[in-house]
């Protein structure tokens, strides 16, 4: 299925990414820097594929979205995604900056508290939650729950009443509503397994409000992710608005709308989505119910911020076709093209000029997949065997979705803060790949 991100035809050419993208430039001498850092610099030292953060954007964009919502009169909390990108580095700085976070885990409620962001500020969503993550979250006393079934209200009602607290709660709603977007990252579809179904949901929140152990305080939804117009937020906040309203008309309280995230950037030639569009939005179909506002934002903070440094290994020409270019990084590290289809801009770290002329490449990595590829058919200019480059947009779902297949350790990570740069994590060594195996006796192990 086609990559709605990827509208056909329309490639940017290399100096039109380089103006997408303020926060990389390409100078005569260092070739491409990122917030100011030359990326060869940190490809020499720490070696490819190296993942690499830019603090500076990721903290613009975090208070772009936050002053967007405030401009608007909107009181509204901000909740980074996780998931996202889950590094205690980046939760660090949305602890700073005064934020909370939106998780879907244990684990990553476990992150948000190593990295310092106040459990109150903390809000959990998700589909399957285990009873041991609701025990670990409702012990911690977190900002809000997320409640997804009516199932899952029963259980959370009755781990609060158990350890004698009382969780706060908000339904998420499933609005059907089509957020025009990649298949596998839509959820707002009734076909969708996310949420509680629209006309659900005024019962389910009576009977919430009846429960030992929870505090109803209001709706959620999340339609899904790379979002680049307001039609399907309108959409499914006109759904939510409607359903406060009817539930206060049979007398019941709602205090709190959370409006999930999903806001889409400009991965190739799109329009990126405007927070100011969002907040206009928001305003527009719950601006008047006087209820406390959330949203959960993780693509569009994270995803500008972060690029995936790569180093050709070598080159395949067959006759007159398009050549494979081989690069060290691969599907195990950046998943995003082999699962959704998506396209990546592409720069080479050297320095080049406007002028210089490009061919037809197919950019692929070394897993023994067909899908292991980055791009097909892209203009660029020859990428000889140990030229270097930057896969951009790559700081949201990228370094997350690594995994070790094909005994390929996990890459480092770099942070770019105020022109210096700081290895936030080593790249993994070979040994830790089977630290946690063992090998028993009766396989003739000896280890
Ligand atoms: C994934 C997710 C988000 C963040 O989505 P983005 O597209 O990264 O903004 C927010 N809320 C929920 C419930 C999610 O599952």
């Known amino acids: 299925m086609a990559d709605l991100s990827a509208p056909v035809g329309t490639d940017p050419t290399l100096p039109e990414l380089l103006r997408t993208h303020p926060q990389l430039s390409m100078t005569p001498t260092s070739g491409l820097t990122f917030e100011g850092v030359a990326l060869n610099a940190i490809a020499d030292a720490v070696g490819t594929p190296c993942w690499v953060m830019g603090a500076g954007t990721f903290k613009r964009r975090l208070r772009r979205m936050d002053q ?83 199932e899952e209200l029963d259980i959370i009602s009755a781990i609060a009443s158990r350890l004698g607290r009382t969780a706060r709660v908000t339904l998420r709603v499933n609005p059907d509503v089509d957020a025009k977007t990649h298949a596998k990252i839509t959820t707002g579809l009734a076909a969708n397994k996310f949420g509680i179904p629209f006309d659900d949901a005024a019962a389910l929140y009576a009977r919430a409000a009846s429960l030992p152990g929870i505090e109803a305080r209001g709706f959620a939804t999340h339609i899904g992710s790379q979002i680049l117009s307001t039609g399907p937020y309108r959409a499914a906040y006109a759904r939510v608005a409607e359903l406060v309203r009817s539930v206060r008309a049979s007398g019941q309280t709602v205090s709190h709308v959370d409006c999930g995230g999903g806001l889409g950037i400009a991965y190739r030639a799109e329009a990126e989505g405007q927070p100011e569009a969002l907040a206009a939005s928001i305003r527009a179909e719950l601006g008047d119910l006087g209820v406390k ?155």
């Open 293 to 447: 506002l959330a949203i959960e934002p993780g693509r569009w903070l994270a995803g500008p911020s972060g690029v995936l440094l790569s180093t050709v290994i070598l080159r395949k020409e067959y006759g007159m076709q398009t050549p494979f270019v081989v690069t060290d990084a691969a599907m195990n590290d950046l998943l995003r093209p082999s699962m959704y289809d998506a396209w990546h801009g592409i720069v080479p770290l050297a320095p080049h000029s406007p002028g210089q002329p490009c061919a037809p490449t197919h950019v692929v990595g070394p897993v023994c997949e067909s899908g292991d590829s980055f791009a097909r058919d892209r203009d660029l200019p020859p990428l000889p065997r140990g030229a270097r480059i930057a896969i951009l947009d790559a700081g949201a779902y990228g370094a997350v979705m690594s995994s070790t297949y094909n005994s390929r350790p996990l890459a480092a990570e770099v942070l770019v803060e105020d022109g210096e740069w700081t290895v936030i994590r080593r790249r993994q060594a070979m040994e830790e790949l089977w630290q946690d195996e063992t090998v028993p006796a009766f396989t003739g192990g000896t280890m």
């Open 68 to 150: 967007a919502m405030r401009e608007a009169g909107l009181d509204v909390s901000l909740h980074y995604a996780v998931k996202a990108n889950d590094h205690l580095a980046v939760l660090s700085l949305v602890g700073r900056e005064g934020h909370g976070a939106d998780i879907v885990s244990g684990g990553e409620l476990a992150r948000t508290q190593k990295a310092g962001i106040p459990a109150g500020r903390v809000v959990f969503s998700g589909v399957g939650k285990t009873d041991a993550e609701l025990e670990q979250a409702i012990g911690l006393d977190i900002g809000q729950i997320n409640v997804e079934s009516a």
